[in-house]
């Protein structure tokens, strides 16, 4: 466990990811190895930032430390951890959403402590937050969701149907490299983290669509250039 945050003291917050070498092997984003590697731990190090920037408790559960056979009882059991250390509330997110930040996590925190379930929606009908009360989890109920579908956010309202829910903002995430795409042109263009990735994922030109190259071509001329200012 790590921060504290007298503001919500029954709070906490969970990163449930795995490490980079795994999400390397599952999700290509980049064609070459190393690459998406680098891209990965830089993905799991801006999820941890947000969250270290709220100081608000945080646990993280990777493949090294989480229990089940599949993903519904490995998240099931991830967050009745949290719930079995004393914590009333927690905030579940990944590391796939590009444009996740503290200030929502906060937003989130701050609706937890009025509201039974806090969602976060994507566009392709997952999430890609949950704030969750103990007093409203069913454990069975929510391992029974079927996780890492199109239906995961209809899911969850049906299951916490009769309590309390409050909507974070539509935000996009990414499964493939075709919806990392999608969610690093909707980055600002003066980010930091959208350079580094744009960075490591020029080498695949070839996999780019015109449209693709001419954007990141002009983006790079634009960020580079000290001599007049980005327009946002």
Do not use: C
Not at 36 to 54: E, G, P
Not at 72 to 85: C, E, L, N, P, R
Not at 102 to 112: F, P, S
Request: hydrophobic share 40%.
């Amino acid at each position: 466990m790590n921060n504290q945050n007298d503001s919500h003291p029954k709070t906490a917050i969970l990163l449930f990811a795995q490490t980079e070498q795994r999400e390397a092997l599952s999700k290509n984003i980049s064609s070459h190895a190393k690459n998406n590697i680098l891209l990965w731990k830089k993905l799991n190090q801006k999820a941890v930032q947000i969250i270290k920037n709220t100081h608000l408790p945080y646990f993280i559960s990777d493949e090294t430390t989480q229990v089940g056979d599949h993903f519904g009882s490995k998240i099931t059991a991830a967050v009745q951890s949290v719930f079995d250390k004393g914590f009333e509330k927690v905030i579940v997110i990944g590391n796939d959403s590009l444009s996740l930040s503290t200030t929502l996590l906060l937003e989130a925190a701050r609706n937890l402590e009025y509201q039974d379930i806090i969602l976060g929606a994507d566009w392709s009908g997952g999430v890609y937050l949950m704030g969750i009360s103990k007093q409203g989890f069913d454990s069975q109920k929510f391992e029974s969701i079927a996780w890492q579908t199109d239906t995961v956010f209809n899911n969850l309202k049906n299951i916490f149907a009769g309590q309390s829910i409050f909507l974070l903002p539509r935000l996009k995430d990414f499964h493939d490299y075709h919806s990392f795409q999608e969610s690093l042109l909707g980055l600002n263009h003066s980010s930091r983290l959208k350079a580094f990735l744009i960075a490591l994922i020029l080498e695949q030109f070839a996999f780019f669509t015109y449209k693709s190259i001419s954007y990141f071509t002009t983006y790079f001329k634009q960020f580079y250039n000290k001599g007049s200012p980005v327009l946002a």
